[in-house]
């Protein structure tokens, strides 16, 4: 296997070419990003677990969401339902085959696709696709961008130099900029016992429309590049630039950790499971109190991935919060929760005004 160091190095000059190629003759050659600038293939999706936690949690949707309606400038999440025989993440470690998707499960994954899509802005429809296959034991669902634009190379928008999560992305160009493909990437575990009614109420069961809405969120741009193998802590997915929620990471000694450690090495590994992690966006901030309050992340002392890193630590969260790395049975959270739409909003969603007679109206019949 090449050397992750070497990638980096070759994927650094690479960069500079492009930086000298697009400073000397502009928006010409923004589109004539060479493909060994795109990132890592196989960048892993996220997941989320089952857990036991006998505490229950009951997160009921935002009073102003109604399943057929939604705020003009809100996103429209339409889901492609992939057939039994096709692959998600195909040729990669998270390969699942898919099987006949169920359809009560269609039934809850619209309803967390309209819930998602009413909290944010989006003048472009996101798609995902979502797959009913097998994953490994305790892994509920997993969920992730199809792929990722750099901002002022694939589009204007957002943070320069930053890898955005499609949907995202192309909310920030309000346009789609790859037509073709979906945006966001979703499978569910095809042996778990779920519960399929949207009222919240899943019993001992564990509640599907809850786990949708987590995936969905993660692929809407809920995700670090951060990574782990052997004790190398590394973001970037093999590229030089990182994705927006990544700025966001600081240590509890206030060590910004895309610019105090090297990326790759050792000590970023160290930091990427010394617990002590914390998301210092604005938003998500005031949403856990302000000042100095910054939200803690899961950065648990063994890697798990899939999870560090990319969720709200369990333990102050997991009462409030969606995007913790775990449910239980039993538990239903049909919403984001405050922090996690801040960090929504910190790494570049916006959200629509509280709703007013503006509002759409959605068809009655939700496929
Ligand atoms: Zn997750």
């Not at 809100?74 to 339902?81: D, H, L, Q, R, T």
């Not at 699942?96 to 696709?113: E, G, I, M, R, S």
């Not at 957002?158 to 945006?183: F, H, K, Q, R």
């Not at 914390?278 to 856990?288: D, L, V």
Request: charged letters at 10%; a negative charge.
């Amino acid at each position: 296997m090449k050397n992750l160091h070497q990638i980096v190095i070759s994927l650094f000059v690479v960069g500079i070419v492009i930086g000298l190629a697009c400073s000397f003759s502009g928006a010409s050659t923004i589109s004539a990003a060479p493909a060994a600038a795109q990132p890592a293939p196989n960048f892993q999706p996220l997941e989320m677990r089952l857990i036991n936690d006998p505490r229950p949690i009951r997160l009921p949707p935002p009073a102003d969401f109604n399943p057929r309606r939604r705020a003009p400038s809100a996103a429209n999440i339409v889901v492609n339902y992939l057939l039994a025989g096709q692959k998600l993440w195909s040729g990669t470690p998270s390969e699942v085959t898919c099987l006949t998707f169920p359809d009560q499960a269609k039934t809850a994954f619209n309803y967390a696709a309209q819930l998602a899509g009413s909290r944010f802005n989006s003048a472009v429809t996101t798609t995902i696709d979502a797959c009913w296959g097998a994953l490994p034991t305790g892994v509920l669902g997993r969920g992730g961008a199809a792929d990722y634009k750099l901002s002022g190379i694939h589009f204007t928008g957002g943070v320069p130099d930053t890898w955005y999560a499609d949907a995202l992305a192309n909310a920030l160009a309000a346009s789609d900029l790859d037509p073709a493909n979906p945006e966001i990437q979703n499978a569910y575990g095809n042996t778990i016992d779920w519960y399929f009614g949207t009222d919240g109420n899943p019993g001992t069961q564990t509640d599907f429309v809850s786990v949708a809405l987590h995936e969905i969120i993660h692929g809407m741009g809920f995700l670090p590049s951060f990574s782990y193998s052997s004790g190398t802590g590394s973001w970037g997915m093999g590229t030089i630039f990182p994705m927006p929620y990544d700025r966001f990471v600081y240590n509890g000694s206030g060590q910004f950790l895309l610019t105090s450690y090297a990326n790759p090495s050792f000590a970023l590994g160290d930091q990427l499971v010394g617990d002590n992690l914390f998301f210092r966006g604005t938003n998500a901030t005031a949403a856990n109190g302000g000042g100095t309050n910054y939200p803690k992340l899961y950065a648990p002392t063994t890697w798990s991935g899939g999870s560090s890193i990319s969720h709200l630590d369990y333990v102050p969260f997991s009462a409030t919060e969606l995007m913790v790395y775990a449910i239980a049975p039993g538990q239903s959270k049909h919403n984001i929760g405050n922090v996690s739409i801040g960090v929504m909003k910190d790494i570049g969603w916006t959200t629509p005004a509280p709703p007013g007679t503006n509002y759409l109206y959605l068809p009655l019949i939700l496929r």
